[in-house]
């Protein structure tokens, strides 16, 4: 089968990797791309909210199936404009038409989703535009840290944690009344803080039947000891050691199974990813969000896990075929590390060539911010590469990951030198 992936970074060199290896896949395209997806894809030069252009373009390349990557296009409805054009409607697809990616769109909506489908979440109350006095009276009677989060997307920008009451009364104003994350911050939520230790859960599902993909560790923050600003996520583990299976039961049974049966009670029909943003408080998982896609960059750790013919589980979802479907994971640990470019989350400057890229057996080298300038490759972006080392415990995974990172470099490169180390030890866990 034509396969056509959507997307531009890591998570997508990592799904067109996976996707690839499978002896249903006939020609597989990734628009736009990167230098990495052009190793084991063909490149098309379409953005991923270009949806006429995409439709036209599955059309003359007999795509019978499109994988959508990042969150933006499920968003603004690329399902749901697939689906209302007689020349596009019987193209399988994994991803959620827009009903469902509210479950990511708005946080407000969210949150109402789970109090209705009694997922267990930190509480919250939300705020709009003109309401910012009273948010600021509510703020003062909540007990710090304070979490603010804008109700639609901001790019991984919209959770704002701050234990100033000052600080975060300034900050729901700015968001409120000056649009600090334009429309995505006319609704506020202020929620519970939760203390405890995240995970990222992925499910793919059909709306009726599920599997569970390997659960993963992302880290957010830019610096060593997760300090600093938030970034899209600068590594991943998985397994990670507190997702034991009698962990995994109670995410199962209070988390997936309600949100599952939740979404077809409200009549929303869903084939696609659900990753689930949890915490672990002592033991009980606690959803921060929901995402209607992979992360990035845990499904680089992900898929260096899965044994399974993984577009065979895809084309299970896109057509509603998932009851009795298993996925083999492989007991080995995966580790990504993301070298980006200096000052990301930041200004960063793009156009570096990038020194040390060849074909690796054991070490995968995904690309993300890449593209191909005449002869070299040269960074494009923020994150610029994922390197996943695999191996029977975590220290090997590292030692095999840290040991690729070495040997890559352009001007300006960075990356966390702990990823992984806070699992052994954590007094959380
Ligand atoms: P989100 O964009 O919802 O993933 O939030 C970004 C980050 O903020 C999360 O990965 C958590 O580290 C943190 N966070 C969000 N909500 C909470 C919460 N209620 N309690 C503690 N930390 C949170
Ligand atoms: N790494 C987190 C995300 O993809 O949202």
């Known amino acids: 089968m034509n396969v056509l992936l959507v997307g531009n970074g890591g998570r997508e060199h990592a799904l067109a990797w996976k996707i690839k290896q499978s002896t249903h896949c006939s020609e597989l395209f990734v628009a736009p791309g990167n230098a990495g997806t052009a190793l084991v894809a063909k490149n098309v030069a379409i953005g991923i909210d270009e949806f006429e252009k995409l439709g036209g373009f599955c059309i003359e390349n007999k795509i019978e199936l499109v ?7 499920l968003v603004k409805g690329i399902r749901d404009y697939f689906e209302q054009d007689p020349n596009l409607k019987n193209i399988l697809m994994v991803g959620p038409g827009k009903a469902g990616a509210q479950l990511e769109g708005s946080k407000d909506f969210s949150k109402q989703f789970m109090i209705r489908n009694q997922v267990p979440t930190a509480k919250a109350k939300t705020f709009y535009t003109g309401q910012s006095a009273e948010a600021s009276a509510y703020l ?8 603010l989060k804008a109700d639609g997307l901001a790019a991984g920008k919209g959770v704002i944690i701050t234990s100033d009451l000052a600080e975060a009364q300034a900050t729901i104003h700015e968001m409120l009344e000056e649009k600090k994350f334009g429309d995505a911050s006319s609704k506020v939520l202020v929620e519970e803080f939760l203390d405890g230790i ?8 059909d709306g009726e039947d599920y599997v569970i993909l390997p659960e993963a560790k992302d880290y957010k923050r830019i610096g060593d000891g997760d300090t600093g600003p938030n970034t899209g996520g600068m590594g991943s583990v998985s397994p990670v050691v507190f997702a034991t299976p009698s962990f995994m039961q109670k995410v199962e049974e209070r988390i997936i199974k309600p949100t599952i049966a939740g979404l077809k009670k409200e ?20 959803v921060i969000e929901y995402n209607t896609r992979m992360g990035d960059p845990e499904t680089q750790s992900v898929m260096a896990r899965i044994q399974s013919d993984f577009l065979e589980l895809l084309i299970a979802a896109a057509k509603g075929n998932l009851k009795g479907m298993k996925i083999e994971i492989d007991p080995q640990v995966a580790m990504t590390i993301v070298m980006a470019s200096g000052g990301y989350p930041d200004h960063y400057e793009k156009g570096k060539p990038i020194q040390g890229l060849k074909d690796r057996h054991e070490t995968l080298v995904f690309h993300a911010g890449t593209k191909i300038a005449g002869e070299q490759i040269v960074t494009d972006g923020g994150r610029v590469l994922g390197i996943t080392g695999r ?19 352009w001007e300006g490169a960075y990356y966390r030198s702990d990823i992984g180390q806070d699992l052994q030890g954590n007094p959380k866990i």
Do not use: R, W
Request: glycine residues 8%; charged residues 15%.
């Open 140 to 147: 003062a009677t909540c007990q710090p840290p304070l979490v």
């Open 67 to 73: 994988v959508v990557g990042p969150e933006v296009p």
């Open 391 to 409: 191996g029977k415990t975590l220290v090997e995974a590292h030692t095999k990951a840290y040991d690729i990172v070495a040997k890559i470099s």
């Open 267 to 286: 009549n929303i029909p869903f084939k696609g990813f659900i990753f689930i943003g949890l915490m672990n408080v002592k033991g009980d998982p606690f």
């Open 198 to 205: 995240e995970l990222s859960v992925f499910v793919l599902t």
